[in-house]
């Protein structure tokens, strides 16, 4: 199993859903970076379940224990090991499920690559709690980012049937990228939250649960990181981006719309204002030749409805090869992609300190 990630910056995530912690291990970070503990426990409480009937009931504190890597509040240069207890933990909940390869989940993927010796309680390392390191090295990642002037932003584009108004992609300020990250549930358009919670809560009630597609920006980001091919700023979002559990789908700029539009249309002219190089639209989302333009970063993720739903499915019983009624216990999230929000801006940052590097 490889749950390690990139270059000059290398994450190595740890721990299962039920087990006793999660984990991360940041090898790579220079010295001296200052860690602001207040902006880490902010960016882990974007994320942090059990903080309303949209979310999970799973109420987990989400607080970081540091134990290598800071001193003094900067960092050594030396691997950084940080730790989230797994407090809320209802193992019982999957006693019954342990030979059930549900549908939509990775227990008979995992079954067969691990040979039955997966831990499947609460999805186990598949699960989306493996995202709580992610924002946790995010958030030190995005520090390190600031510093540099770049600020990333994330907002719900759409969710189910309801949909925000998108990002001029050409022209995005950096205020309305941290509005976002203040925001439980960041849009563009005034009043939409609310009918963004109304289709969640529908799908809740109805014992389902709802998709959805995020927009994320970076910007102030300079021109010529990243490698034509393999090493592309495409290749390195995509990568991790779809580490990320429940992501179907990526898109960069304007993505799969260039398939109704003509070269005309779709290129993006290069204007010089003074010293400054920019493009009068941005339909390639700050990317030519797998590396960053100067103009703004933009991509969209989509991610699937939650595979863990209230409705009785139909399992297969791996012990006795056959189809048998499931209704899946325990606490989900109706929408995974309203708590992916920030899990988004820490794989950007992760990604590109790892290309500034």
Excluded: W
Excluded at 50 to 73: A, H, K, L
């Amino acid at each position: 199993m490889s749950s390690i990630s990139g270059e000059k910056i290398k994450i190595s995530v740890f721990g299962e859903s039920h087990g006793k912690a999660v984990g991360v291990v940041i090898d790579g970070l220079p010295p001296g970076i200052e860690i602001d503990s207040d902006k880490i426990r902010a960016e882990m409480e974007r994320r942090r379940p059990g903080q309303d009937r949209f979310t999970t009931p799973r109420n987990e504190s989400d607080d970081v224990e540091i134990i290598s890597g800071v001193f003094n509040g900067y960092t050594t240069g030396t691997p950084l090991c940080g730790i989230i207890g797994n407090t809320d933990v209802k193992s019982k909940d999957y006693d019954a499920m342990k030979n059930l390869m549900r549908p939509g989940h990775a227990d008979y993927t995992g079954y067969i690559r691990y040979g039955g010796f997966a831990d499947y309680r609460g999805g186990g390392h598949f699960s989306g709690r493996l995202t709580a390191p992610i924002v946790f090295a995010g958030a030190i990642a995005y520090q390190y980012l600031q510093k540099k002037g770049i600020t990333i932003g994330t907002h719900i584009l759409k969710i189910g049937s309801i949909d925000d108004e998108p990002l001029n992609a050409a022209d995005i300020p950096a205020d309305i990228l941290n509005k976002f990250r203040g925001m439980r549930f960041p849009v563009v358009s005034p009043g939409i939250e609310e009918k963004i919670k109304e289709e969640i809560d529908n799908a809740r009630r109805d014992l389902d649960s709802v998709g959805g597609i995020l927009e994320t920006a970076v910007v102030n980001v300079p021109a010529g990181l990243g490698s034509p091919m393999f090493n592309s700023v495409e290749s390195k979002l995509s990568a991790f981006v779809f580490s990320i559990p429940a992501v179907k789908g990526i898109e960069f700029g304007s993505g799969f719309g260039f398939a109704q539009m003509r070269g005309s249309e779709a290129n993006d002219q290069f204007t010089a204002d003074g010293k400054t190089v920019k493009t009068a639209t941005n339909h390639t989302g700050g990317i030519n030749g797998g590396m960053t333009n100067g103009m703004p970063i933009v991509f969209r993720t989509v991610f699937r409805p939650t595979p863990s739903i209230g409705k009785p499915q139909r399992a297969l019983d791996i012990s006795k090869m056959e189809s048998t009624e499931l209704k899946i216990q325990g606490r989900h999230d109706p929408c995974i992609a309203v708590r992916a929000v920030p899990v988004l801006d820490a794989a950007a940052a992760l990604v590109f300190m790892d290309l500034l590097l």
